[in-house]
């Protein structure tokens, strides 16, 4: 028995919602984006979808409805409108979309998001399809312009030429005549063979602004009357606010107010350095309430106790029980992974105006229409009231999929008049972030004779994101799948939690019998949220250590070991062995050197990767080097997806070696990089990253690189000491004793 599909259940969501249809059509947002346009009144541009906007210069603007983090996202969709319309890179602008699920919803998930991994996978073909619009409706303007044939015209270089006579117009002459024309229901996408710009490698687009200091993030907004606000927020979860003695900060020259929230207190100022001095002038007093004594060995217990009971089924295949009775051995083990922070460079920060009759917002956010929802629910005004003015993100990894800042940006400018730029310090971002789950893995596995699994079980204990999420954000999902009859589905909805199996339901090798199975235990008090990686960043972790605990029971290479469970992937396969021998697998290593390797298949790629660490006498674990081999079917720009596994890797690798928050009475012990650090400059191993030539799809490459080297270090760990990590992170864990 397999189970419901993370896939199928986001189409589900989102076509209960309005959103995504299944198969391979067009989702509904999308086929309305790409629909008839309304003529423009003459003289107007032309803007046949919501997508594209052409002007009477011939100047192409996109309509952005991805946020750029540095992922290369204002480079790689520009690529897919530029490479059908045929023009050049540079001739298309970016202006960011407004907050509309049903023009600009993400196909994979159906609501306007930018996450997992789904830009170019999930917009590679509507993006072109919208690119192609255009152009065969220029071509058209062209053809009727000339009363000629339209299949004697084409387009390149931004302009329109009529092959037997050599007559050319550019894209903008054409653009109040094209404008006229009906919006072709059908066009044909360009043949893979033809293209120029797709597969090669782009300077990024955003690169030039960030260089000279004009890019705009939400921290640098700045408006006429501006006023600044520092948050000070309950140190323990789930706490508030007793009593407040502000008459020091009031004191203190440009400070203009102090607003109390439930559970947080701000101070408002002129200037941000103001602002600070008056929050640390405040004696707040607080009240802890129900988690004051709260410890993480608290909530590791509570796992523990919760992972020994049955839980929801992920997958079933075969009878593990039987399996396991009749194996020639058995092995078990427990992995346990910590709550981690997002730590972006720039701290969560939102400007706001409240007015009576409208809110603007100015910030960077990864769901531009969650923040008009949320800011529309505070204020009790319509969501049409609400303008959200998105900006670049100095990182997101997830964190800026929530809206919890937001709400209390809107809640503290509802009592300021004018605007107001609302800020978190470092601190005050670690310590109230929304965590990636702590995770308590229990795993077991039966081998033959020769070695081989016949019997597999993985039962994950953890807090469900999506229960959260949908709770929050999707009632009317759920309404709407019970109103349907489909009872089954809205229990499942509930009770598993795709996202938390993710990498563990569909490992790429052959496992006769197998049995995944989600626990749910939510920690008390502590907000759960999407990291870079998500599931899988877990899940691999766990799965590939194991398969490295199997092929050491059965005296085999890692390497060989795996590469004999995967003749039904062929893909995964290609990637293990260009991985291993890029890697010099079997190559001897300097003393106290050892070398791991690992395998992933999620986001749609397939990656595999190769770490050689060292380890010193006093226990430091030094990563040299990371070989990664990348299948993410058709690429886009090589160069994103190079930069994008070389990013993945140093996130990966800090938090395998130092990544940890920890809680104690109640309280986030993590304050900022001196402890809870990053890999640094000179500790950042030498990353060669293989791309893999494939005709398939494009496969996500956001997130995959992070998960797929934790594994691949923490088993050259074992390779390297005979001392198998089961707990992370590594620090500490090989000192002498």
Request: charged fraction near 20%; include cysteine; hydrophobic fraction near 45%.
């Amino acid at each position: 028995m397999r189970t419901l599909s993370r896939r199928t259940f986001l189409q589900a969501s989102a076509a209960a919602s309005g959103g995504l249809l299944v198969s391979f059509s067009l989702p509904a947002p999308i086929r309305g984006a790409l629909g008839a346009a309304v003529p423009p009144p003459p003289g107007s541009d032309f803007a046949p979808n919501a997508f594209i906007r052409i002007d009477r210069d011939g100047q192409v603007t996109l309509m952005m409805h991805k946020v750029e983090m540095g992922q290369g996202t204002y480079t790689s969709m520009p690529m897919l409108v530029a490479e059908e319309l045929e023009v050049d890179l540079s001739q298309v602008h970016l202006e960011h979309a407004p907050p509309d699920d049903a023009l600009y919803a993400e196909p994979l998930f159906g609501v306007q998001e930018t996450g997992g991994s789904t830009s170019v996978r999930g917009n590679w073909e509507p993006l072109r399809r919208a690119g192609a619009t255009a152009r065969s409706m220029l071509v058209a303007a062209a053809a009727q312009t000339w009363t000629v044939d339209p299949t004697s015209c084409r387009a390149a270089q931004g302009a329109v030429i009529h092959g037997p006579t050599g007559r050319s117009l550019g894209y903008g002459a054409l653009v109040e005549r094209a404008a006229a024309l009906p919006v072709p229901r059908r066009v044909a996408l360009k043949d893979p063979r033809d293209f120029k710009l797709i597969g090669t490698p782009a300077k990024r687009l955003d690169t030039p602004d960030k260089v000279d200091g004009t890019a705009q993030f939400g921290i640098d907004v700045r408006l006429p009357g501006m006023k600044v606000a520092a948050v000070a927020a309950c140190p323990v979860f789930g706490g508030k606010v007793a009593s407040v003695d502000d008459a020091s900060a009031k004191a203190i020259e440009g400070v203009r107010q102090v607003v109390r929230l439930d559970d947080a207190v701000a101070v408002v100022a002129d200037d941000t350095w103001t602002a600070k001095r008056g929050l640390a002038a405040l004696v707040i007093q607080w009240d802890d309430g129900p988690n004051a004594t709260l410890s993480t060995a608290d909530i590791v217990q509570q796992l523990a106790a919760a992972s020994a009971q049955s839980g929801v089924v992920g997958r079933k295949d075969g009878d593990v029980g039987q399996a396991m009775a009749g194996a020639s051995r058995r092995l078990e083990a427990v992995y346990e992974q910590p709550f981690l922070a997002h730590a972006t460079m720039e701290p969560v920060n939102c400007t706001v105006h409240v007015r009576p009759d409208g809110c603007d917002i100015w910030v960077g956010t990864q769901v531009p229409t969650f923040t008009q929802t949320a800011a529309a629910q505070v204020t009790g005004l319509p969501k049409a009231k609400v303008q959200v003015h998105n900006h670049l993100l100095g990182g997101g990894f997830g964190r800026r999929l929530e809206v919890d800042f937001i709400v209390r940006a809107v809640q503290i400018a509802q009592q300021v008049a004018g605007p107001v730029k609302v800020m978190w310090s470092r601190e005050e971002d670690i310590q109230h972030d929304m965590y990636r789950p702590y995770y308590y893995d229990r795993i077991a596995a039966g081998l033959d004779v020769q070695g081989r699994p016949v019997a597999w079980s993985h039962r994950i204990t953890g807090s469900s994101i999506e229960a959260r999420v949908i709770n929050q954000l999707f009632p009317k999902t759920l309404r709407v799948i019970r109103a349907g009859g489909m009872h089954r589905l809205g229990a499942m909805i509930k009770r598993l939690d795709l996202d938390a199996v993710e990498g563990a339901a569909e490992p790429p090798y052959a496992l006769p019998n197998v049995r995944v199975e989600y626990v749910r235990q939510e920690p008390p008090g502590v907000p759960t949220a999407f990291w870079r990686g998500v599931g899988p960043t877990h899940n691999i972790f766990v799965v590939e250590s194991f398969i490295d605990e199997l092929a050491a029971a059965a005296t085999r290479d890692p390497f060989e070991y795996r590469r004999a469970l995967l003749d039904r992937s062929p893909r995964a396969k290609a990637v293990l062995e260009l991985a291993a021998g890029q890697a010099g697998w079997g190559t001897p290593l300097l003393a106290g050197s050892g070398r791991g390797i690992a395998l992933l298949h999620a986001f749609g790629s397939y990656i595999a990767q190769v770490a050689d660490v060292s380890v010193s006498k006093q226990g430091d674990v030094r990563v040299q080097r990371v070989v990664c081999v990348v299948d993410c079917g058709t690429i886009v720009n090589p160069d994103t997806v190079k930069a994008q596994m070389e990013s993945g890797i140093i996130f990966g690798i800090t938090a395998a070696l130092f990544g940890e928050i920890t809680i104690k009475n109640g309280r986030v012990e993590q304050h900022n990089f001196n402890d809870y650090r990053t890999l640094l400059m000179r500790e950042a191993p030498v990353i060669d990253v293989h791309l893999v030539t494939s005709g398939e799809a494009p496969g996500g490459v956001g997130e995959p690189g992070t998960s797929a080297v934790i594994p691949a270090v923490t088993n050259a760990i074992f390779a390297a000491t005979g001392k198998r990590i089961r707990k992370l992170p590594v620090k500490d864990q090989l000192r002498p004793a």
